[in-house]
């Protein structure tokens, strides 16, 4: 048998391009530590995360006077979604549940509000007088030993805190006016949070289940799964810091009511809503009850009744929120302080008023997806479908009978 012949050059020359050549892509790569391959890796996925997450806060800022109205909606129909549902079970008509709930919230609001500027406007020109009454009083208490400041000092503080408060007025009322505060604009997001709450309440199922057919067929499970977790979040949510309110303005009310202040009401409808705001907002109003005990009764009672507010604060922030807040949202206090913070920083009173719902929310959304229960959950649902399918396709009678 004759042998090809074969050049021992050429042979030699493929050989060693096969054994011992080196690819400098591979090459650079094995150069690399694996560390900084997976830093780098996740580096880039989180860059873009975090470009989507501010891209969504701009878009949100922009529209916020669509938006705004829109997640108050959601949140008072997670207050009253249960509501309508109970009264549906009870053999309630729909139409009468959904009435009954929504007047409800809006008696309730309603009537809170009138209180509030009913009893201030009561009470408005004998605060007035007291008011003067009293920084007359501490001006002449200022005069005297240890400070023994004169009266054309005093006078020139004044003015300067008079001026800085104009200034500071006329700043705040030009940035209301610029983010559409004026009378047109507060309107117009009465009405669209009163429709939405009441078309949420009518067919949120319906609402819920056309945004999820938006998304591909194969992601449909994981985006239902993980709003209906969001939704329960968030119902659980408004509840709590319904009670959290509460117990916020009971605790301060009944200080100042025990002190013998007055505005005992306007002062605990303020601590309620202010409330609203996790930790920070029972501070802020608390600071008014501690400004009233100062005008209307002196020193030694406001600092009484900022002991009330500091309890009060104490107990919610470390029992409240720890307990009954962090079991229904699953946040944690120290999260809920720097998202409240975040949120004020970006959208002032609104962004920190929805900075914690947001934040729990989108915390069991990623949670429930990342778990993979949706797979288990739509395996389950297609298993189901397929024998309710079958027991479908026996026929009742037999043909023949």
Same mark, same amino acid.
């Given at each position: 048998?004759?042998?090809?012949?074969?050049?021992?050059?050429?042979?030699?020359?493929?050989?060693?391009?096969?054994?011992?050549?080196?690819?400098?892509?591979?090459?650079?790569?094995?150069?690399?530590?694996?560390?900084?391959?997976?830093?780098?890796?996740?580096?880039?996925?989180?860059?873009?995360?975090?470009?989507?997450?501010?891209?969504?806060?701009?878009?949100?800022?922009?529209?916020?006077?669509?938006?705004?109205?829109?997640?108050?909606?959601?949140?008072?129909?997670?207050?009253?979604?249960?509501?309508?549902?109970?009264?549906?079970?009870?053999?309630?008509?729909?139409?009468?549940?959904?009435?009954?709930?929504?007047?409800?919230?809006?008696?309730?609001?309603?009537?809170?509000?009138?209180?509030?500027?009913?009893?201030?406007?009561?009470?408005?020109?004998?605060?007035?007088?007291?008011?003067?009454?009293?920084?007359?009083?501490?001006?002449?208490?200022?005069?005297?030993?240890?400070?023994?400041?004169?009266?054309?000092?005093?006078?020139?503080?004044?003015?300067?805190?008079?001026?800085?408060?104009?200034?500071?007025?006329?700043?705040?009322?030009?940035?209301?006016?610029?983010?559409?505060?004026?009378?047109?604009?507060?309107?117009?997001?009465?009405?669209?949070?009163?429709?939405?709450?009441?078309?949420?309440?009518?067919?949120?199922?319906?609402?819920?289940?056309?945004?999820?057919?938006?998304?591909?067929?194969?992601?449909?499970?994981?985006?239902?799964?993980?709003?209906?977790?969001?939704?329960?979040?968030?119902?659980?949510?408004?509840?709590?810091?319904?009670?959290?309110?509460?117990?916020?303005?009971?605790?301060?009310?009944?200080?100042?009511?025990?002190?013998?202040?007055?505005?005992?009401?306007?002062?605990?409808?303020?601590?309620?809503?202010?409330?609203?705001?996790?930790?920070?907002?029972?501070?802020?109003?608390?600071?008014?009850?501690?400004?009233?005990?100062?005008?209307?009764?002196?020193?030694?009672?406001?600092?009484?009744?900022?002991?009330?507010?500091?309890?009060?604060?104490?107990?919610?922030?470390?029992?409240?929120?720890?307990? =009954?807040? $962090?079991?229904?949202?699953? %946040?944690?206090?120290? +999260?809920? &302080?720097? *998202? /409240?913070?975040?949120?004020?920083?970006? !959208?002032? =009173?609104? $962004?920190?008023?929805?900075? %914690?719902?947001?934040? +729990?929310? &989108?915390? *069991? /959304?990623?949670?429930?997806?990342?778990? !993979?229960?949706?797979?288990?959950?739509?395996?389950?649902?297609?298993?189901? +479908?397929?024998?309710?399918?079958?027991?479908?396709?026996?026929?009742?009678?037999?043909?023949?009978?």
């Amino acid at each position: 048998m004759a042998r090809r012949p074969r050049d021992a050059v050429s042979f030699l020359a493929r050989f060693g391009r096969s054994s011992h050549s080196v690819d400098p892509v591979r090459t650079a790569d094995s150069s690399i530590p694996q560390g900084v391959i997976v830093a780098g890796a996740w580096s880039w996925r989180l860059l873009l995360i975090a470009a989507a997450a501010l891209g969504l806060i701009w878009l949100i800022l922009q529209v916020k006077d669509i938006a705004i109205p829109f997640i108050i909606a959601v949140l008072i129909s997670g207050l009253l979604v249960p509501y309508s549902n109970w009264m549906q079970r009870h053999r309630v008509p729909r139409w009468l549940a959904v009435a009954l709930a929504f007047l409800s919230a809006l008696v309730v609001v309603t009537g809170l509000i009138f209180l509030l500027s009913n009893r201030v406007s009561a009470e408005a020109p004998h605060l007035d007088t007291q008011i003067r009454d009293s920084l007359s009083g501490l001006s002449v208490w200022l005069q005297g030993p240890p400070f023994n400041f004169s009266s054309v000092q005093i006078e020139g503080y004044i003015d300067k805190i008079t001026a800085s408060f104009k200034f500071d007025n006329a700043s705040l009322l030009s940035g209301a006016l610029t983010v559409g505060s004026t009378v047109g604009h507060v309107l117009t997001g009465v009405l669209l949070t009163s429709f939405s709450t009441l078309f949420i309440l009518i067919d949120g199922a319906g609402i819920w289940a056309w945004i999820v057919r938006i998304f591909p067929k194969k992601a449909r499970a994981a985006i239902d799964g993980a709003g209906q977790a969001g939704w329960l979040t968030l119902m659980s949510f408004a509840r709590v810091q319904v009670l959290v309110a509460f117990i916020d303005a009971l605790g301060i009310g009944l200080g100042a009511f025990f002190l013998g202040l007055p505005l005992v009401i306007p002062i605990s409808v303020l601590v309620f809503f202010g409330s609203f705001i996790p930790i920070v907002g029972a501070v802020v109003t608390g600071a008014v009850a501690v400004f009233i005990a100062l005008v209307f009764k002196g020193f030694w009672f406001a600092i009484i009744m900022l002991a009330v507010t500091v309890l009060v604060q104490e107990i919610e922030a470390h029992v409240l929120q720890p307990l =009954i807040m $962090g079991t229904a949202v699953k %946040v944690h206090p120290l +999260a809920v &302080v720097l *998202v /409240v913070a975040g949120g004020s920083y970006l !959208g002032g =009173i609104s $962004g920190a008023l929805f900075a %914690v719902p947001i934040a +729990a929310t &989108v915390n *069991v /959304v990623i949670r429930y997806i990342a778990s !993979g229960a949706w797979r288990e959950e739509a395996a389950a649902a297609r298993a189901a +479908a397929s024998f309710s399918q079958i027991w479908r396709t026996v026929p009742r009678k037999a043909p023949w009978q």
